[in-house]
């Protein structure tokens, strides 16, 4: 989510697949910051990773693709959306991205149209969109409100389906954090996919 972003060459490589393409008819793309790219824990078990097991253990036809950065902002993902979803033609696209707007204190019409237009994007490429909600802090006043917001907002907009928050459950649990209080430990994971598959799992009937 902020600092040390990951390898921009592993992305390219697709060294982020988490589960082999040739084996499963569609793709979900996960597309978002460190709270999705497994910061400081095992990669096999962040969130994206139990995903894929999941839908092995329920015997689903989805591959899944971890194209999520740490450090990553929705303009930087609005960026690089047209390269992803021409490499790997996901049919669902679960959209993660505006932590790092609202820790910077990014102006909230920027991450609107940025996401907007990543969901957009994805949409014209015949994929669903998944977009997860974030929050920040309340001592952040009305931005804090005004931010949280602009996830709902764009989705009813833009007709995709909306997870309200990513860590719920998660972020008032200081033991499911790790050092830096901002990145989710590995225990923290399983919830975190829970909260993604309330959202997702309508997609993939």
């Known amino acids: 989510m902020l600092r040390f972003p990951i390898s921009r060459s592993l992305l390219l490589a697709g060294l982020l697949l988490l589960a082999p393409a040739a084996l499963a008819a569609r793709t979900i793309l996960v597309f978002g910051d460190s709270l999705s790219a497994g910061y400081g824990i095992r990669q096999d078990a962040s969130w994206p990773a139990l995903l894929a097991r999941r839908l092995q253990e329920k ?27 021409n490499r790997y033609s996901p049919q669902v ?3 993660a991205l505006g932590a790092n707007d609202g820790l910077r204190g990014l102006p909230v019409a920027q991450l609107r149209e940025n996401l907007s237009a990543i969901v957009a994007s994805a949409q014209q490429h015949k994929a669903q969109v998944l977009l997860v909600g974030q929050r920040v802090p309340p001592n952040y006043g009305a931005y804090a ?6 996830f709902a907002a764009v989705a009813q907009a833009r007709k995709a ?3 309200d928050f990513l860590l719920e459950g998660v972020a008032t649990r200081a033991q499911l954090f790790q ?23 309508p997609l993939l009937e």
């Open 145 to 150: 409100t005004e931010f949280h917001n602009t």
């Open 161 to 163: 389906a909306l997870v």
């Open 179 to 201: 050092a830096d209080n901002l990145h989710p430990t590995a225990a923290a994971q399983p919830l975190l996919l829970d909260n993604v598959w309330r959202g997702l799992a």
């Open 93 to 95: 696209v679960i959209v």
């Open 59 to 85: 015997k689903l036809d989805y591959s899944v693709v971890n194209a999520s950065i740490s450090g990553e902002t929705s303009a930087g993902g609005r960026a690089r959306i047209g390269a992803a979803l």
